[in-house]
């Protein structure tokens, strides 16, 4: 039976007490074991007893001279940083007094202004940084801002920003990272809480959709039911038949040049009326950010093409 012993190691003039690693006896003859490169071998028999091992600790560095912070792992790289998460920080310490205080913020100015050397870098931090202050608020998730940010990049590198501005860019760029991960939100609901205004975001997204060939087609109705649903307190029944009729409406060409949003709308309103739930024209167009007039015209409509559908069957059941 082996035992532990106790060795010390010198780091730098001081010394530190830790228990050497204990030799694993081998399965197979119950000899001793030793490790070489990545794999603990019987010196015995020759078994590989264990290959491949990772350490699944922290990373220590070897030339800290202290023992606050040893680990070098750092926050993962991200998209919505312009420099990927890789650049420093000078910090700010209460304990820094005088003349060194001084120093350090004429140091932490310079560093700043290599971080943003020029006018491309401060264009991507400002509209970085509006890109994830409208995902926060919009309360979307980090794979939208990443694809976000991406998009950005792209539209810079084709020389796009030119005489159109940062925050449409920006809330076009959510816009249509939105669409693209089927995550159903409007253009007003952007503009709500963008510093861009309505024809700031068109003038963006016709440009990115002109040049870089956005993968996007019209939205469709569908995709805003379950959000509406659960903002007017519909039961899932009614949710359903909504689906149905918001894909009659794309079929039969009804929701053609019609806004979407609004289109879900009054087939939310329409499967309430139909399953006697409890869904007011002013419930589904609050929940749509639409007027009233909206929901009303298209649930015309959609009783109308169903009239006309009943007709039909019933023409065709005489026949």
Known sequence: MS??????????????????????????????????????VCAACGLVVEADRIDHGPEWRSFSDDDTNPERTGAPLTRSRHDRGLSTEIGRSTRVKGR??????????????ARISTKRDRNKVYAYTEIRRLTGVL???????????TLFDSAQDESLLRGRSLEGFAAACVYVACRTADVPRTVEEICAEAKATENEHA???????RELGLPIGPAAPAEYLPRFASAVNCPPR?????????DRAVAEG???????AGVAAACLYTAARELDADCTQQAAADAADVTTVTVRRTYVDLTDADDLTDADDLTDADD
Do not use: W
Request: glycine share 4%; net charge positive; with cysteine.
């Open 139 to 149: 309360e979307l998730p980090d794979s939208i801002r990443d694809t976000a940010c």
């Open 238 to 246: 009614v949710e359903r038949r909504a689906r149905e009729l918001a």
């Open 100 to 113: 060194k205080r001084r120093r350090l913020a004429r140091m932490r100015t310079q560093h700043n202004r």
């Open 203 to 209: 003038a963006a997204f016709d440009a990115m959709n």
């Open 3 to 40: 035992e532990a012993r106790t060795t010390r190691v010198r780091s730098h003039g001081s010394e530190t007490a830790r228990p050497a690693e204990t030799a694993e006896a081998c399965p197979e003859c119950g000899g001793r074991t030793r490790v070489e490169s990545a794999e603990r």
């Open 254 to 260: 009804i929701a053609n040049g019609r806004n979407p």
